[in-house]
């Protein structure tokens, strides 16, 4: 069922760092602007400083393929093509989000993540580089192909950091 998160995904909460937000890994793309993203960046700042990272996933054709059910080598044709297409549309929302970000206060940095294990590919980020929550930044249920994969949840089962979902009006 979509929303139940099995493990130790919990809201965040500042207590245990005593008020020093730190580094927060945002994991967005489409949703990245929103106001409910907006609000909670904000908050984080006000708390202290933070530092962000912003990860944008680069669609993945064959991973989204699978998990739709479709034959791999349907797509093949259009996959170069695709692929191409998706990592500039990926490029823009980077590059637009770290203005964004730097302009609600938040340092900012960030990267595209063109590994198709997404939530391999945040846990290995979370261990190298210290995050102290992770932010998974979605379109609302409905259109969100991340809720329907269960993004947040898997996230939450490989990191030990708390992990918090936004989920912004497209």
Do not use: Y
Not at 3 to 18: E, K, M, N, Q, Y
Not at 35 to 61: C, D, F, I, K, Y
């Amino acid at each position: 069922g979509a929303g139940s998160c099995p493990g130790p995904t919990v809201r965040a909460t500042t207590s245990h760092l005593g008020g020093q937000m730190g580094k927060v890994l945002i994991v967005g793309n489409r949703s990245l602007g929103g106001s409910q993203l907006a609000t909670l960046v904000e908050g984080r700042v006000q708390a202290g400083s933070l530092e962000v990272h912003l990860v944008v996933p680069v669609p993945n054709p064959v991973a989204s393929a699978v998990a739709i059910g479709a034959a791999a080598p349907d797509m093949a044709p259009t996959l170069s093509r695709d692929i191409e297409a998706d990592r500039r549309a990926a490029q823009e929302q980077l590059t637009f989000g770290l203005e964004w970000l730097s302009g609600l206060g938040a340092t900012a940095t960030g990267e595209l993540s063109l590994d198709a294990d997404t939530p391999a590919a945040v846990s290995r980020l979370v261990e190298a580089h210290g995050f102290d929550e992770v932010v998974v930044s979605t379109l609302p249920t409905k259109v969100s192909r991340w809720l329907r994969q269960d993004l947040p949840c898997r996230i939450g089962r490989k990191v030990s950091v708390p992990v918090t979902v936004v989920s912004n009006p497209s």
